[in-house]
């Protein structure tokens, strides 16, 4: 028998029609979990987050049941975490009020999570035999996939409401949400910080009573939500994604004018159309690559954990650095140079210039990429002093606590011989 409780957290919003029997089929299953899962205890907190019906009434009916009561609506976020905050197992989860979950597969959900030492078990409800509302199912069809797309990480159901989490991967997920969006933010955070989130097929029953989801207004929240993460957590994953799209398009559209250029050693002037968009797309995508390196060296200062740094983006940010910066400098500012230089000599021979605008063109888009990549090194320096000096600081303080300490010490001893 290992020593770990499970906190199972019920947040309840006028559930009367449902409540008792969820609270009921917790406490059958709690032996049956105790047993499979090899756990310590099973403890059951229902949360009423401002219920206004009979279900605190009803849910004070049952014994062994910690019943918490919010006087006002605080959202589902809320009374989740207020849940944790007043359970004491070492495991730590969640199960919507509404009947559509079976209690007996949270023995599944622990077994998964100590077998393969993961921080978080999701209940995954797109199973072949679910019941969920298609129009549902297709939203967390698609969050599933933007958030595997961004994150690295294919998971299926993101807004699972019935999940296992050890306690001590809450702090690499808090802050975390009060409303709905709870869920899609917890799945966000775990996947973007690098944390071992595995998935647990589970039979989805139809709800009983009405849904508190808005899918347009929660569906919107959701997305927010996950962008959110991935700007807070891998913010370099969306930077890097829109040069990809900038380099593509821009390639697509120079490869007949470069193409027509090597057969004929001249450019038609329509094309200086495709010029621009290629000097445009270009030089935003160059941004974003800088933007991926500011990314990467802030990510330092951010909730990030240590280590978790991908290996692009700091492929990228050694670019901004040392010798290939330098050769970038030199190989671009001498191609444009050469590019110009016969207007230039023409210029100061004959006061006039007939070079063509191709040319004219592309040195800009090569020195403008030399400034926006020296601009970066510089911001980056700025950002590494201030790391430096951030750690330093940290140093101190800690010796300087660590003298306080030793101080209090020699203090009491003295005072003791002294007696």
Known sequence: MTQDTLTVVIPAYN??????????????????????????????????????????????RFRDVKVIVFEKNRGYGAAIKEGFRQGKGSLVSFLDADGTCDPLEFSKLCNALQENRADIVLGSRMGKETKMPRIRKVGNYFYALLLGFLCGHRVTD???????????????????????????????????NGLSVIEVPIPYEERIGE??????????????TILAGVLCYRPERIFLMGFSVCLAVSVALAIYPVEFYFENRWIKEWMIYRFLACFLLGSAGFLLLCATTLSYHLSFFGPRQSG?????????????????????????????????????????????????????????FLLLLTCQANVTHVLVRV?????????????????????????????????????
């Open 158 to 192: 993101t807004a699972s409401g019935m999940r296992v989490i050890r306690r001590s991967a809450l702090r690499w997920l808090y802050p975390l949400p009060d409303g709905l969006h709870f869920t899609p933010s917890m799945s966000a955070r775990a996947l973007l």
């Open 15 to 60: 559930e009367e029609e449902a409540i008792g029997d969820t609270v009921r089929r917790c406490l059958e299953a709690r032996k049956e979990i105790k047993n499979k899962a090899q756990l310590n205890d099973v403890e059951i907190i229902v949360v009423s987050d401002g219920s206004v019906d009979n279900t605190v009434n009803i849910a004070k």
């Open 211 to 224: 849904s508190k989801l808005n899918v347009i207004k929660d569906g919107i929240r959701f997305l927010k």
């Open 383 to 419: 950002l590494k002093i201030w790391q430096f000096q951030s750690s330093n600081q940290e140093e101190i303080a800690h010796s300087h606590a660590s003298v306080r300490v030793g101080t209090r010490r020699l203090a009491k001893q003295g005072l003791s011989h002294s007696n």
């Open 308 to 364: 978790q740094a991908a290996f692009w983006p700091a492929f990228v940010a050694s670019f901004f650095e040392g010798k290939p910066l330098a050769v970038f400098t030199f190989i671009a500012s001498a191609a444009s140079l050469a590019l110009v230089w016969p207007g230039l000599v023409e210029y100061a021979t004959t006061s006039h210039v007939n070079l063509h605008w191709s040319r004219v063109m592309v040195a800009s």
